[in-house]
C-alpha cells in the first residue's frame, strides 16, 4: 500500500503539543487550556476534572449525540521526563527529519491525541448517529493516576461509551490484552547495635534478603505451576525487586531497610493473591526472630496498582477496530495502558490501537514516522465514517 502522510492539520497540532512541557511532576493545564479552547472553536464542549491541587486536569468532550453510545478515544497528555538523556535537539521543540516527526511524547503518546484533535472538526461537520468521545488524562505515566477520576464522573453518566480505544502506540496493530501491574515497597524493622556486637542487633538487611530471597523462589513457583499466556513476550506473571534501601554505615547493624517490587501479572494470576503469599512470606520470616527481638516487624505497603486488560478476541470491539485499521490479526503488548480500568471500572470493552511504536517510548530522541500519522488520521476518518449516517 502507499504509504500517505498526515494532514498539515495533525503536523500543526502535534507540534503544539510537543511544545508543551507536560512531564507528570509538572501541570499539563496550559496543554489542556490549548485543547479545550481548540475545541471550543469548533463548537466541541469539554469538561475538566482536576487534581486536589487543581494544577493538573483531565478533558472528556463528546461529539453528537450524547444519549447513545459511542466511541471513546482515550489518551495521555503526560509524558516521561528527559532527565539525564543526550537529545540531539530541544525535546520540546518538535523538529521534522526524514519523514519523522521527532520530540518527547511523539510517540507516547501525543501523535495520537494531534490525530483526533486533527479529526474533530470533520466529525462536527458529519451528522454522527453515534457518538466520538474524547478522553484526555494526566498523570498516566506514573501509575495510570488521574484517568481514575474522570472514570469516578463517567461511572454516573447515563449512558457509557460502547467501545474504548486507547491510542498507545501499537504501530495501529489491534492489542486486546496487557498484563497488570501491582507496585509495592517492603519495610523491614529490625533492631540497631554496634557491628562488633552484631549478633545481638536483629539486621534490617537480612531481614530484606530473606523476603527477597522468598520473592525470587515465588518467581520459579509461577514459571513452573502458574498460568502461562504465550502471547507475551514474557509468558507469564513475573515479580521484581527495582530498588533496595538500608543501612547507614559499616560498623551499625541496620534497624531499617526498605525495597521496592513490582508484580506484573497475566489474567489468569490475581495479584491479590500472590501478594497475600508474599505478605505470609513475610508475617513467617518475622515469626522466626520475634521470640528474640519482639518488635521484629516488616510491613508492605501497596502504592501503586492497575488491571490488567483481557478483552476476548471474539469482543465486537475487536472486529470494529480491526475493520477501521485494516488489520487481520491482534496482538497482546507488553506495557500497561489506562485501558484496563476502562474494562474493569466502566464495562467498557476496550482495545489499545495508535501510531508509532513503544520501540521510541521513553527515549531520547524519541520520534513518531508521518507514515503512522498518515495511517492514523486515515483510522479515524474511518471511524467518522462509520458513526455518521
Ligand atoms: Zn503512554
Given at each position: 500500500m502507499a504509504s500517505e502522510g498526515p494532514s498539515p492539520e495533525t503536523i500543526e497540532l502535534l507540534e503544539r503539543l510537543?511544545?508543551?512541557?507536560?512531564?507528570?511532576?509538572?501541570s499539563n493545564l496550559q496543554l489542556i487550556e490549548f485543547v479545550r479552547a481548540y475545541l471550543d472553536e469548533h463548537a466541541?464542549?469539554?469538561?475538566?476534572?482536576?487534581?486536589?491541587?487543581?494544577?493538573?486536569?483531565?478533558?472528556?468532550?463528546?461529539?453528537?449525540?450524547?444519549?447513545?453510545?459511542?466511541?471513546?478515544?482515550?489518551?495521555?497528555?503526560?509524558v516521561v521526563p528527559v532527565d539525564g538523556q543526550d537529545w540531539s535537539s530541544d525535546p520540546f521543540s518538535m523538529r521534522r527529519a526524514a519523514g519523522a516527526c521527532y520530540g518527547r511524547?511523539?510517540?507516547?503518546?501525543?501523535?495520537?491525541?494531534?490525530?483526533?484533535?486533527?479529526?474533530?472538526?470533520?466529525?462536527?461537520?458529519?451528522?454522527?448517529?453515534?457518538?466520538?468521545?474524547?478522553?484526555?488524562?494526566y498523570d498516566e505515566e506514573i501509575g495510570c493516576i488521574g484517568v481514575r477520576r474522570m472514570i469516578d464522573v463517567l461511572e454516573h453518566a447515563p449512558v457509557r461509551p460502547?467501545?474504548?480505544?486507547?491510542g498507545e502506540p501499537t504501530e495501529m496493530a489491534v492489542a486486546i490484552a496487557h498484563k497488570g501491574k501491582t507496585g509495592a515497597l517492603g519495610i523491614c524493622h529490625g533492631v540497631s547495635a554496634h557491628s562488633a556486637l552484631a549478633p545481638t542487633g536483629l539486621n534490617a538487611i537480612y531481614l530484606a534478603g530473606e523476603l527477597i530471597a522468598a520473592i525470587?523462589?515465588?518467581?520459579?513457583?509461577?514459571?513452573?505451576?502458574?498460568?502461562?499466556?504465550?502471547?507475551?513476550?514474557?509468558?507469564?506473571?513475573?515479580?521484581?525487586?527495582?530498588?533496595?534501601?538500608?543501612?547507614?554505615?559499616?560498623?551499625?547493624?541496620?534497624?531499617?531497610?526498605?525495597?521496592?517490587?513490582?508484580?506484573r501479572n497475566i489474567a489468569k494470576d490475581a495479584?491479590?493473591?500472590?501478594?497475600?503469599?508474599?505478605?505470609?512470606?513475610?508475617?513467617?520470616?518475622?515469626?522466626?526472630?520475634?521470640?528474640?527481638?519482639?518488635?521484629?516487624?516488616?510491613?508492605?505497603?501497596?502504592?501503586?496498582?492497575?488491571p490488567g486488560l483481557d478483552t476476548s478476541p471474539e469482543d465486537?470491539?475487536?472486529?470494529?477496530?480491526?475493520?477501521?485499521?485494516?488489520?487481520?490479526?491482534?496482538?497482546?503488548?507488553?506495557?500497561g495502558t489506562e485501558g484496563g480500568l476502562f474494562q474493569q471500572r466502566l464495562?467498557?470493552?476496550?482495545?489499545?490501537?495508535?501510531?508509532?511504536?513503544?520501540?521510541?517510548?521513553?527515549?531520547?530522541?524519541?520520534?513518531?514516522?508521518?507514515?503512522?500519522?498518515?495511517?492514523?488520521?486515515?483510522?479515524l476518518a474511518a471511524l467518522v465514517d462509520r458513526l455518521s449516517g
Amino acid at each position: 500500500m502507499a504509504s500517505e502522510g498526515p494532514s498539515p492539520e495533525t503536523i500543526e497540532l502535534l507540534e503544539r503539543l510537543i511544545g508543551f512541557p507536560t512531564v507528570s511532576r509538572d501541570s499539563n493545564l496550559q496543554l489542556i487550556e490549548f485543547v479545550r479552547a481548540y475545541l471550543d472553536e469548533h463548537a466541541i464542549a469539554s469538561t475538566l476534572t482536576h487534581n486536589d491541587e487543581r494544577t493538573k486536569a483531565n478533558l472528556h468532550a463528546v461529539i453528537g449525540p450524547s444519549d447513545v453510545p459511542g466511541v471513546m478515544l482515550s489518551g495521555h497528555t503526560d509524558v516521561v521526563p528527559v532527565d539525564g538523556q543526550d537529545w540531539s535537539s530541544d525535546p520540546f521543540s518538535m523538529r521534522r527529519a526524514a519523514g519523522a516527526c521527532y520530540g518527547r511524547g511523539t510517540a507516547d503518546m501525543k501523535g495520537f491525541i494531534a490525530c483526533v484533535l486533527a479529526m474533530a472538526p470533520h466529525a462536527v461537520g458529519r451528522e454522527l448517529t453515534r457518538p466520538i468521545h474524547i478522553a484526555l488524562s494526566y498523570d498516566e505515566e506514573i501509575g495510570c493516576i488521574g484517568v481514575r477520576r474522570m472514570i469516578d464522573v463517567l461511572e454516573h453518566a447515563p449512558v457509557r461509551p460502547a467501545f474504548c480505544i486507547v491510542g498507545e502506540p501499537t504501530e495501529m496493530a489491534v492489542a486486546i490484552a496487557h498484563k497488570g501491574k501491582t507496585g509495592a515497597l517492603g519495610i523491614c524493622h529490625g533492631v540497631s547495635a554496634h557491628s562488633a556486637l552484631a549478633p545481638t542487633g536483629l539486621n534490617a538487611i537480612y531481614l530484606a534478603g530473606e523476603l527477597i530471597a522468598a520473592i525470587r523462589a515465588m518467581q520459579d513457583e509461577l514459571i513452573a505451576a502458574g498460568g502461562h499466556d504465550p502471547a507475551y513476550a514474557v509468558p507469564y506473571t513475573s515479580l521484581h525487586v527495582g530498588v533496595i534501601a538500608g543501612g547507614t554505615q559499616l560498623n551499625i547493624v541496620p534497624n531499617r531497610c526498605t525495597f521496592e517490587f513490582e508484580i506484573r501479572n497475566i489474567a489468569k494470576d490475581a495479584p491479590g493473591e500472590i501478594m497475600a503469599r508474599v505478605r505470609a512470606q513475610a508475617d513467617k520470616i518475622v515469626e522466626r526472630h520475634r521470640g528474640e527481638f519482639p518488635d521484629c516487624r516488616i510491613d508492605i505497603e501497596v502504592f501503586n496498582e492497575y488491571p490488567g486488560l483481557d478483552t476476548s478476541p471474539e469482543d465486537e470491539v475487536v472486529a470494529f477496530v480491526k475493520s477501521l485499521a485494516n488489520a487481520n490479526d491482534h496482538i497482546k503488548v507488553a506495557f500497561g495502558t489506562e485501558g484496563g480500568l476502562f474494562q474493569q471500572r466502566l464495562g467498557v470493552p476496550t482495545v489499545v490501537c495508535g501510531p508509532g511504536s513503544m520501540e521510541q517510548g521513553h527515549k531520547p530522541d524519541e520520534f513518531i514516522t508521518e507514515e503512522q500519522l498518515g495511517r492514523c488520521d486515515r483510522f479515524l476518518a474511518a471511524l467518522v465514517d462509520r458513526l455518521s449516517g
